[in-house]
């Protein structure tokens, strides 16, 4: 039986030889294995995505896809942060009903574009290595990722923050560097100033159309 992970330090700190409480050095015993775990945490929904989009990769059906994967994007992104950044000011003036709308179209949008970079039947794989602190925003990681597909591979960087339910991606940084929020921001400003939140939502469903081949 697994113990606790409180209650393993507290058995490991206990007692040495004869009973004695090892109390001079509690950071040899425990400090490693919560730093362990830590690091853990915080890749451990990139590394459930690329579980689920290499599972997702051997079935055809677009909706047992989405079925996959879909779950796995909202525990691996805090969505409405992104959304937010990728709107910009505006985003405030956005009615609640509207903004609702706007979310889920936003998520079926980011569904169908991981499922579209990893194709049914392709070879394409997110492999996720370490997490390292992100100087540039306090608190956050940076988690070290790379797409490989024929022998290649892409550098990308997730930024990660503490989110809703633990660990969730708020930008991802493409070749390492390229803001994807950045990008998207200036695509949803144009789309939004044509017709506002409406506008984008539209934008947004006919991607989802364009990607799934709906």
Not at 144 to 159: A, E, F
């Amino acid at each position: 039986m697994r113990l606790p992970r409180l209650l393993r330090c507290a058995i490991v700190l206990g007692a040495g030889a004869g009973g004695l409480a090892l109390v001079g050095a509690p950071g040899l015993f425990c400090a490693p294995a919560l730093a362990a775990e830590s690091a853990d945490a915080v890749t451990a929904p990139l590394q459930a995505l690329s579980a689920g989009l290499a599972k997702a990769e051997k079935l055809s059906d677009y909706k047992a896809r989405v079925a996959i994967v879909g779950p796995l994007i909202d525990r691996a992104f805090d969505l409405p942060a992104v959304l937010k950044a990728s709107v910009g000011l505006r985003y405030n003036s956005i009615p609640a009903d509207q903004k609702q709308e706007l979310l889920t179209a936003f998520h079926d949008f980011t569904v169908a574009r991981y499922l579209s970079n990893f194709a049914a039947g392709s070879d394409t794989g997110l492999e996720v290595h370490d997490a390292t602190p992100y100087a540039a925003i306090p608190g956050a990681q940076l988690v070290h990722t790379q797409i490989t597909s024929g022998g290649s591979g892409t550098d990308v960087n997730y930024v990660v923050h503490q989110g809703p339910t633990g660990w969730q991606a708020t930008d991802v940084l493409l070749d390492g560097t390229i803001s994807q929020v950045a990008v998207q921001r200036s695509d949803f400003t144009a789309q939004f100033a044509q017709g506002g939140a409406p506008a984008l939502i539209a934008g947004l469903k006919k991607k989802v159309a364009a990607l799934s081949g709906s």
